[in-house]
Every structure is written in structure tokens, then in C-alpha cells.
């Protein structure tokens, strides 16, 4: 009947359409999985936490020359695997270990800053990027910086201004440890142990200086004291990079509905961690917790405040359907399976990101329009506790070696080196009596 209405070609157009509706029925299982694909390859995630940075120091020691950046092995995060997953941008972290804190944490820091830097300019499919237009700008994969842990910049301003220098436009207060300023969420370290000072007065000049350069200041690894303190000094709006909600997941590393309230108050946002760990607290992890997440944290402060920070490479095992960058479209099939809109999704997947650092970048130039200077603020030594501080002096020319070794430059030690050092002028007077 259809054949006696149609024109031939209008027949055979018919046909060729029905039977592509038919291949797709057959290659698309459920019809979400192509709403999911669809959708994020309209807005591509940004992804607020990454540390394949730490794998490519663990397991080839930043040696780039001898990895295939696409195709990697004992990981979770590759080129391939990051076009697959429609990961538009990945904030790496530049990660160093607790124990480096008071030892060479700044060196490591700028080797790991170093090996994100090579692998985002030497790859032709990322490009390494540093605000919101090079975000908007590229068609590539975009990459950011962030450093996980205040003990990389070793409570010093100039180092955090010199990391920006550098390309960081995000910094952790805290990771597994106290930093002598803030109060990290984990009791692993037992070290600067503080009594109701859970943000100290450097801590704070360390949120200002961040806002005044323009730097996101992430509290994910962050106490909740410590949180709260922040979000009452902060000019800008600052994100949890990786972090979920304590109400479906009861762990010190997630965020509770009051401090939701807040962060809503500050305009800032969650970034949704993906670590079993922290997503399923009394049972196996899988999508559809994942998305549990998503949906209480909407219901407490609305969708505008909801992105993604996977931590993959940082966590050692992820929900099932969720095992690393090339699954992010299965998150997303079980938002839309769960109505969410597309202009919720379009938030969670990039828009909120973006709205936080442009607000993050207007507070750097309000600041620079009102003439505010680099903060001056220095830590007291007695805080930091680091017998390797050095006090710089100029050496006076004549001083023995003795002398150089033996100086007042360790101020903390003066006491006995100054006694040893009389003992040596009293011994040298000795021997010149001697001689006479």
C-alpha cells in the first residue's frame, strides 16, 4: 500500500531510513547509552582529578620516552581510554607522598609538575591549558594542573606563586597529613597536632594569596573544621576535587549536608568521587550507587553544585560497569535513566566547572584592579618544626670553614655550635702559647 503512495525514490529512502533505525535498535541495546554518548559528546567532561601523573612515577619512573601515553598498561587513564570515556579536560594531579613533607616535597612536586607539563605538550591530542578561554578554546583534550597537598609548597607563599608561575591553577590544602597551617581529614600521620586551630592564621593568608592569584582551593583530604574555616574566608568559590556524600557513604573523606549548605552558600562545588571506598561503605560499589551520590546531593543543594572528580590511578579499586576513564558515559545512561535534564547533565559534565574557575578568575582580577599586592606572610619557624630550614646569611669572606659550618644560620641549634666553636678559638689560643 505504502508502494502505491510513494515515488519510487521516496520508497527507497524509506527503506534505507527503517533499516538504519533497525542497526542502530541492534548495536544500541538500551536507547539511553546513545542519549548518554550524544550528550557527552555535546558537552565533554571535565574530570576534576586525575594521578596517572603518580602511576608514571611508580611503574616507569617519568621516563614519557618509553611509554605509549595512548595505550598503557596497570592504569586506568590513557589517550585512548580518555577520548573514549568523552573526557573533554583532566585536571592531573601533581601528587607527592606525606612522607616527603619537611624533606624534598618541593622537588618532587616540580618533577611530577614537569612529567604533566611533557606529557600535555608532547602528545597532539592533549594540550595543556591554564583558564577557562583555553578550556572553551581547545578541540582537544585540555588538561590542568592541580597539586594534591599543601605540604608541596612547604609553608611558603613564594613557592605557591612560583607553582602558579608554572601552570597550577589548583591546590589541595591538605592530603593524608597536617600541614603546620591545616588540619587534613585522615589520622594516618601523626604530626602538627593542634588543639582547636584547625586553620591557622598562615593557613588563611594561604586561602588569600590563592584567590588573589587566581588558584581554586580544592578541600577534598581536608578536615571538615578546616573546611568550614575556608568557606568563611574565601572570596571565591572552591571545590571538593574528589569527594561524595557522607549521608550515603558514612567516610571521613566525604561531605556532609551541612557542609553542602555551605559550599552551595559559596557557589562552589562536589566533584563526585568514584573510589569504591568512599561510595560504598557496607557492599560492593557499582554504577548504580555511584549515581546514589548524585542524586542525594542534588535533592540537598541542586544539580549547579554536582561535578565529577573520577580519582582514578589515586584509588585502588572502582564500581563494577566503572573501572576507569572510558566508562564515564555508563554514569551518565543511569543520570538520564533517572531523569535527570539535559541542562543538569550539561552542568555536571562541564558548565559548573567552568562557572567556578571563571568566578575563581574574576576574583584574581577584581583583586588586580584594586592594586592588592603579593602577600608578605611568613609562617613562624617554630610552627613548621624542620631542621632543614636553612636562615640565609651572607657569609662573611674570612670565616673559616669551620666557622661557615658552625654559624648562626641553624638558630636553633646556636646554643651547643656557638659552645663549640669557643672551644675551637680556645684551642687554636693554645696552640699558639704553645708554639711560643
Not at 68 to 96: C, E, M, P
Amino acid at each position: 500500500m505504502i508502494s502505491r503512495i510513494l515515488h519510487r525514490g521516496d520508497f527507497l529512502n524509506l527503506g534505507t531510513n527503517l533499516m538504519l533505525c533497525f542497526l542502530c535498535g541492534m548495536t544500541s541495546g538500551d536507547p539511553t547509552t546513545g542519549s548518554a554518548f550524544g550528550l557527552m559528546t555535546k558537552y565533554p567532561l571535565i574530570d576534576g582529578h586525575n594521578d596517572l601523573a603518580l602511576m608514571l612515577r611508580i611503574l616507569h619512573d617519568n621516563r614519557l620516552s618509553q611509554v605509549d601515553l595512548h595505550n598503557i598498561s596497570k592504569v586506568a587513564t590513557d589517550i585512548n581510554r580518555l577520548t573514549t570515556g568523552h573526557v573533554g579536560a583532566q585536571v592531573f594531579a601533581a601528587y607527592v607522598l606525606c612522607g616527603a613533607q619537611a624533606k624534598d616535597a618541593v622537588r618532587l612536586t616540580l618533577e611530577q609538575i614537569d612529567v604533566i607539563n611533557r606529557m600535555c605538550t608532547e602528545n597532539p591530542e592533549l594540550e595543556l591549558v591554564t583558564s577557562t578561554k583555553g578550556l572553551n578554546d581547545t578541540n582537544r583534550i585540555a588538561c590542568l594542573i592541580s597539586i594534591e597537598g599543601g605540604h608541596s609548597i612547604d609553608s611558603s607563599l613564594p613557592t605557591l606563586r612560583m607553582f602558579y608561575q608554572l601552570g597550577v591553577r589548583s591546590m589541595a590544602l591538605t592530603h593524608t597529613c597536617n600541614t603546620p597551617w591545616a588540619e587534613s581529614s585522615s589520622t594516618i600521620y601523626d604530626v602538627y597536632q593542634r588543639e582547636n586551630d584547625s586553620l591557622t592564621d598562615f593557613g588563611k593568608d594561604v586561602v588569600k594569596e590563592m584567590n588573589r592569584l587566581g588558584m581554586i582551593v580544592d578541600l577534598s583530604h581536608s578536615s571538615w573544621a578546616t573546611a568550614r574555616a575556608v568557606l568563611q574566608i574565601s572570596k571565591a568559590p572552591v571545590i571538593f576535587s574528589h569527594s561524595s556524600a557522607h549521608a550515603v557513604c558514612n567516610h571521613s573523606r566525604n561531605v556532609p549536608d551541612d557542609l553542602l549548605h555551605e559550599l552551595k552558600e559559596n557557589r562552589g562545588l562536589i566533584m563526585v568521587n568514584l573510589h569504591s571506598g568512599f561510595v560504598a561503605c557496607h557492599g560492593r560499589a557499582n554504577v548504580s550507587i555511584v549515581a546514589d551520590h548524585f542524586t542525594h546531593i542534588r535533592k540537598v543543594v541542586g544539580s549547579e553544585s554536582i561535578g565529577i572528580g573520577g580519582d582514578f590511578d589515586g584509588a585502588s579499586k572502582f564500581p563494577l560497569g566503572l573501572e576507569d576513564v572510558s566508562k564515564y558515559p555508563a554514569l551518565i545512561q543511569e543520570l538520564l535513566k533517572r531523569h535527570w535534564t539535559e541542562n543538569e547533565l550539561s552542568g555536571v559534565l562541564r558548565h559548573n566547572f567552568l562557572r567556578v574557575f571563571k568566578e575563581v578568575e574574576k576574583e584574581r582580577d577584581r583583586q588586580k584592579a584594586k592594586g592588592t599586592l603579593p602577600s608578605e606572610a611568613q609562617i613562624d619557624l617554630a610552627e613548621v618544626q624542620n631542621p632543614c630550614r636553612l636562615v640565609l646569611r651572607r657569609p662573611d669572606h674570612q670565616m673559616t670553614k669551620m666557622e661557615q659550618m658552625y654559624s648562626k644560620g641553624h638558630s636553633e641549634q646556636v646554643g651547643p655550635r656557638s659552645l663549640v666553636w669557643t672551644m675551637v678559638i680556645l684551642i687554636s689560643c693554645l696552640c699558639v702559647l704553645m708554639d711560643h
